[in-house]
């Protein structure tokens, strides 16, 4: 398989592709950026243990195009998981169970000093983010596709209040992500 570049990208604007049925349908206000999370999602799934910097060696259009799509304000994670949530839905409905795992990780980017947008993980000195994802499969364990997601930085003033954790509200813990992340997997159930 070709790795699409900003020179040669020719996507299939029909629901004959795998991409297009998982993003193609993305609303991002600008066809153009649609066009674009598919060619960078493409070249991602090609080449899922390398870094975009990697990916584009030696094309500059194409990494300058993809820090240029994240970078952009009308790309939101909402706005990318949604069109891949509806066919995850869609190809669930094949499956007479379903079930939907969820689990939080971190994001650690504690070697990028510079960096704007991170909290602490598991320590004031480990920066990062956290994401709680709910993933559907089979009763076999064959992944279907996400059903929610959130991702959230922590506050640095906040950092410690674990141990004050039964005089707060429920709403207000961190554990509160996952009831919101069933519901709302589940408010998408046909």
Not at 35 to 54: G, K, V
């Amino acid at each position: 398989m070709n790795t699409l570049t900003v020179e040669d990208a020719v996507l299939p604007m029909n629901d004959d592709t795998w991409i297009f049925r998982e993003l193609g349908q993305a609303k991002f206000g600008d066809a153009r950026l649609t066009r674009r999370a598919m060619i960078i999602t493409q070249d991602l799934m090609e080449h899922p243990d390398l870094f975009m910097a990697s990916i584009y060696k030696g094309n500059w259009g194409g990494l300058h195009a993809g820090y240029r799509f994240f970078d952009n304000t009308a790309v939101q994670p909402a706005a990318i998981l949604a069109p891949h949530r509806a066919a995850t839905y869609e190809r669930s409905g094949a499956e007479s169970l379903v079930l939907v795992a969820q689990d939080t990780c971190y994001f650690n980017f504690s070697g990028h000093e510079a960096l704007e947008g991170v909290g602490p993980i598991e320590s004031l000195n480990d920066k990062g983010n956290l994401g709680h994802t709910a993933r559907a499969m089979t009763t076999q364990g064959v992944p279907i596709g996400l059903t929610a997601q959130k991702i959230w930085t922590r506050d640095p003033a906040e950092c410690g209040q674990g141990r004050q954790r039964k005089k707060r509200p429920f709403a207000e813990k961190e554990s509160a992500r996952w009831l919101e992340i069933a519901q709302e997997a589940a408010s998408g159930v046909p």
